[in-house]
């Protein structure tokens, strides 16, 4: 089973994404603030896993932000269609 990660991961102490690692990624060690992930990436993915969250949901609000905006300059002259903001 593999899992891919389109988000870097950053530290959970200092949100620095440069890191240390042995072979298997078991271990993991920041190079900026020297905290040592003994749980390896998997406890580096699950800090993180809010942080990915919350980026997920901001580009989301955006993109829906964006699209009622369009929307409402493309009908603005038609009397059927009405947009109703939050
Ligand atoms: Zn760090």
Known sequence: MSKKKAVSLVCAT???GDF???ED????KCNNCNREYSGG???LAEFNQNRIQTAVN?????????????M??????SKHI???RR
């Open 72 to 77: 409402e300059s493309t009908f603005k002259n």
């Open 14 to 16: 200092c949100g620095q």
């Open 41 to 43: 990436i998997d406890e």
């Open 58 to 70: 901001d580009v989301g609000q955006n993109l829906l932000e964006d699209f009622t905006k369009k």
């Open 82 to 84: 009405k947009f109703k």
């Open 25 to 28: 990624k078991s271990w993991v």
């Open 20 to 22: 240390d690692h042995n």
